[in-house]
């Protein structure tokens, strides 16, 4: 069996699972702080007292206002309390989409609240407890995990990524359906109030880490993250769909093919691929984890636009990426424009050599 994640206090690796943990909850119209405040009022029926835990200052004091009160528990509270406990918790994995894609990444690890002074809802600190509250963030994960969009997507792991242009944090995230894994770089606070500026970039080993001068896509990458840390935040998803789809080797076959005279679409149709292959739908996923629903989108390509379009993503903005433009991807370029679509515009800088 898989090592069990242990969980207690909020500050702590996984302390989000604790209902102390500071995430608030909006049921009915009402906001309650944290799940602690809204399962403690959950236990009264009288207006003043669940008002007196609803303004607590801090779950802990909630926990307490509530004990002080516990000759007025109503009277049906424990045929009711573990629904209560649910209710509580569905909205918060649901109304904060980082927690919720975290929970689903902990995959098939038991999930225990280590608590030596309670073990109904705790492990009872040696095991012995019922471990309810750790039993019912497992059944929620298994609500989720099948479900939109974690189905389409799997939040990893995250970590820091210094850059030349400035500190990212680097999210990974891996698609079920065929293993491929992607990143989503994000630099400063994300204000997702706003729309947030950010790029969806497709693997071009050649561009991106091999300086080739034969497509714009290093260019681009670069003036992404550049763009990002001068605006003050942004991410820029990574999206491993090298070759447009057709895979690094198939993309050198295409090159060769080029070599000879066939323009980019020309090659990819040769080799008996569509002249893009590429997905997008898995972005609203890592998108969803972001909890990035409006966006000023980095890119000529007017596909990108229609896919985000397409899933839900409000493109409040384009904002051209015309980089890179030199006599070995003149031809290319062209191609992008005439046969792809690619918006390359004489004002945003570009004109055919
Ligand atoms: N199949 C193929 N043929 C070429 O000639 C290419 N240069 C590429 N490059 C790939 O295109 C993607 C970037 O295009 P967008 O600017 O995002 O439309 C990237 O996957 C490159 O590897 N592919
Ligand atoms: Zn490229």
């Not at 989503?184 to 109030?193: K, R």
Request: aromatic share 10%; net charge negative.
């Amino acid at each position: 069996m898989a090592d069990a994640i242990q969980f207690y206090e909020p500050n702590e690796r996984y302390g989000f699972f604790s209902n102390f943990s500071l995430h608030s909850i909006v049921i009915d119209g009402t906001t309650w702080p944290t799940v602690e405040h809204y399962y403690q009022a959950s236990k009264f029926l009288a207006a003043d007292i669940i008002a007196r835990v609803h303004h607590a200052t801090t779950p802990e004091q909630a926990f307490k206002i509530s004990r002080e009160y516990s000759k007025q528990v109503r009277p049906d509270w424990n045929s009711i309390k573990e629904a209560v406990m649910m209710r509580g918790l569905r909205c918060k994995f649901h109304q904060h989409h980082p927690l919720a894609h975290w929970l689903v990444a902990t995959e098939t690890q038991p999930i225990v609240e280590h608590c030596y002074s309670d073990a109904y809802w705790g492990d009872g600190g040696d095991g012995s407890g019922q471990n309810r509250l750790g039993q019912l963030l497992m059944a929620l994960r298994d609500e989720l995990k099948n479900k939109h969009p974690y189905k389409m997507i799997r939040y990893v792991d995250a970590a820091q990524l210094p850059t030349q242009f400035g500190v990212f944090t680097m999210h990974g995230f891996v698609q079920p359906d065929n293993n491929t894994e992607h990143l989503a770089l994000t630099y400063g606070e994300l204000d997702v109030t706003k729309p947030v500026l950010i790029r969806l970039h497709s693997e071009c080993l050649t561009g991106d880490a091999l300086y080739s001068l034969r497509c714009d896509c290093g260019f681009q990458l670069q003036k992404a993250l550049e763009t990002i840390v001068s605006h003050g935040s942004g991410a820029l998803l990574y999206l491993r769909q090298e070759g447009r789809g057709i895979g690094l080797l198939n993309k050198i076959r295409a090159y060769h093919l080029q070599d000879k005279g066939a323009d980019t679409v020309e090659a990819n149709e040769r080799l008996g691929f569509a002249a893009d292959m590429r997905e997008y739908h898995f972005c609203e996923g890592m998108l969803h984890y972001l909890e990035i629903d409006q966006v000023k989108l980095m890119t000529n390509n007017p596909r990108k636009v229609q896919a985000l379009c397409i899933a839900g993503i409000n493109v409040v903005e384009r904002v051209p990426l015309q980089e890179g433009h030199n006599i070995y991807n003149d031809n290319y370029l062209a191609t992008k424009s005439s046969k792809l679509r690619h918006i390359l515009s004489k004002e945003d800088g570009f004109s055919l050599s």
